[in-house]
């Protein structure tokens, strides 16, 4: 892949544009509120950066959705046929408002966006890592301390692509199967935040590597 396309340009989209500039992949950054608001951000990035919108974002090679959860009816499922959609996303009733089905766990939120975009093939991934956190430890592949990402979807095709572009990153990834089983990595359980720092609340902590082992068992420890 040479471009990623960003949906969303906040904290972990404004983190992995960076990312994906170190490692030589061209950026376009998108928001709900318009290029413009996004000039001193690439600006900042670079030549590899440039504003655009959801559409244009949605045209890069790989599109990652980094929305309030609340928003992802909002995503332009048109312009998203067949692509690899990474989803960042995760649900928050205090903020997103409550989904009984969500609430009651019998779907995830990342399967109600794959619904809403049954065109493309959509991957949870970056949902669990502290945005500070992602932005320090990356490493090359094969090192020692390279951290592991957990990433989730149906396809195995797009899995392996969104593993591919995390590797690029700078991480390892560790499969937990398809969407369903998202909710494993979600706020509230083993995996989310706390494989990555030094201590608890891990938002308040230094980072810390956390290999494919570390994050499996953080997974497989995950309670409904």
Do not use: C
Not at 117 to 135: C, D, G, M, Q, T
Request: net charge negative; hydrophobic share 45%; no cysteine.
């Amino acid at each position: 892949m040479t471009t990623l396309g960003l949906i969303g340009s906040g904290r972990i989209g404004s983190t992995l544009a960076k990312l994906a500039i170190a490692a030589g992949i061209d950026v376009v950054l998108s928001n709900s509120r318009g290029p413009e608001t996004l000039a001193a951000l690439a600006a900042e990035l670079g030549d590899k950066a440039r504003a655009g919108t959801s559409e244009d974002a949605a045209a890069a090679d790989i599109v990652v959705a980094t929305v309030p959860f609340r928003a992802y009816q909002q995503l332009p499922a048109d312009q998203l046929v067949g692509k690899v959609v990474i989803d960042t996303g995760n649900y928050s009733s205090a903020r997103d408002g409550h989904i009984a089905d969500l609430d009651a766990g019998g779907t995830t939120s990342s399967e109600l966006l794959q619904r809403h975009l049954p065109r493309s093939r959509v991957v949870k991934a970056f949902n669990n890592i502290y945005f500070e956190h992602l932005a320090v430890l990356a490493r090359p592949a094969g090192a020692a301390d390279r951290t592991a990402l957990p990433i989730a979807g149906d396809d195995s095709e797009a899995k392996a692509a969104a593993a591919q572009l995390i590797s690029a990153l700078g991480y390892d990834t560790f499969d937990i199967g398809d969407l369903s089983q998202s909710w494993r990595i979600q706020p509230d359980t083993p995996a989310y935040g706390a494989p990555y720092a030094a201590g608890k609340p891990f938002w308040e902590n230094e980072a810390a590597s956390a290999g494919v082992e570390a994050v499996r068992k953080a997974v497989e420890a995950a309670e409904r």
